[in-house]
């Protein structure tokens, strides 16, 4: 069984950076895909970024591209979104996933790729 703990949100300016953890357990964290998702209120939850197991490769959202960055730490056993240049419209609750699956690029940025999730944590973004 795999369990994803997400931390690192907060309070930031806009601008201002963060970055989130998503620290994985019960399996290696280079064997699966992992995405992050987000949420703001009266939305539906939305794609984010993600990685691809084994080679690493990325996919991001239009509106994050150039500002967010997803990594991984095998020896740590985490995934990371790296989140710069934070807008008012960012804030949400983000939320990894993590994929059992090898999908390809086109399908990192849905739900259904993914096997687990965490519980979330809150990003806001004001002044």
């Known amino acids: 069984q795999v369990q994803l703990v997400e931390s690192g949100g907060g309070l930031v300016l806009p601008g201002g950076s963060l970055r989130l953890s998503c620290a994985v357990s019960?399996?290696?964290?280079?064997?699966?895909?992992m995405g992050w998702f987000r949420q703001a209120p009266g939305k539906e939850r939305e794609f984010v970024a993600a990685l691809k197991r084994g080679s690493g490769s990325t996919s991001a959202a239009n509106s994050v591209k150039g500002r967010f960055t997803v990594s991984r730490n095998n020896g740590e056993n985490t995934a990371y979104l790296q989140m710069n240049g934070l807008k008012v419209e960012d804030t949400a609750a983000y939320f990894c996933?993590?994929?059992?699956?090898?999908?390809?690029?086109?399908?990192?940025?849905?739900?259904?790729?993914?096997?687990?999730w965490g519980q979330g944590t809150q990003v806001t973004v004001s002044s």
């Open positions: 019960g399996r290696s964290v280079s064997t699966l895909a």
């Open positions: 996933a993590a994929g059992i699956g090898n999908p390809i690029t086109s399908s990192l940025g849905v739900e259904s790729t993914y096997d687990y």
